[in-house]
Structure formats: C-alpha cells, structure tokens
C-alpha cells in the first residue's frame, strides 16, 4: 500500500482535531508553516494531501476547509475524496520525454502548452514510447489490430499527423523519429 501523507497548512485548530483522531486513519499526518512549506521536497512524497482553513495563493492544489466547524466523518470523508482524486490523475498522467501526458484529458503538455490528442494518438506515443524502437507491424497489430499481413498506411498517416501536430503546437520536428529498427521518440 502506498503511504499517504496529509499536510495540515497553518491551521493548528484543524491539525490538532485530525490529531486527535489519527490513530484511526490511513495516512501519516504532518503540520506545517509558510516557512517550513518552503523547506519540504515534496517529490519525495508517493502521495500526499495539503489542506488548510485559510487560502493561501502560493500552495498549489490545497484543499480548502472553510465550512468550520464541521462532523469529523464529514472532514475525513473529504480527506479521503481529495486521496483518490489525486490517485486518480497520478496514475492517468505519464511522463514521455520532457512531455506529460494525461490519458484522462488525452492531453500532452509541457510547460504552458498542451496539445489535445485522439485516443489512437494517445495509444500510439504510449506503444511507442513503452519501445526501444517499434516496427510498423507491431504497431499496426497492437494498436489498431490489424494483421501483420495487412497492406495499409494507417500507421504512417497518424504518425505523419502527430509530427504536424507537434510542430504547430511546440515546434518540435523530433517527437517521434524513424530509423531501419523502427518509430521511436526522441
């Protein structure tokens, strides 16, 4: 089982109720400052949860508790609700290359830009991408089942589309390459 973690941000009142209670939940509680906020590494975290009573701009997807008081089942259903959403979009989004890709949103971003995808472009970068180098008839068995036998050019279309698709949105000619071996990204 994966450990969880639940951040309680400047709001001792609240960290002190979950205190109390702790013993009883799924996850290592913590509290923390605008100081110690800063300090925190929190990649080295498997899943975590920041929640406070007051907003604070600077915290990146907090979640708020402002409706005080509140029934604690209430409070730790909300907990564990914000642990499974955020389960959720960890294990929809893949890291390919310098690009994430979010199979929820069938979406590839990096840094501001994101780039809307179809599911077969999306199944396609993820079978390519789980490849040192992919043939043409893997990729056309395993992605659009079709025979090895088969004579079309469906495979070379959509990637011939996607590199368009690249180029327009982060000017990158390279995202996926081919070499005597086979289609790779680069």
Known sequence: MIKKTLFVYNSISLFNIINEIKENLYFELEYIDTKSHKKINFEKYNNYL?????????????????????KISKLVEIINLNFLKKQFLVQSEYKIKKYTLDLNSRKISFENKSLNLTEKESDLILFINSHKRADLKKIQKTVWGHSNNLETHTVETHIYRLRKKMIKTFEDNNFIKHDQDGYFIN
């Open 50 to 70: 920041i929640i406070s009573t007051n907003f604070d701009e600077k915290i990146k997807n907090c979640t708020l508790i402002n409706n005080l008081p509140i």
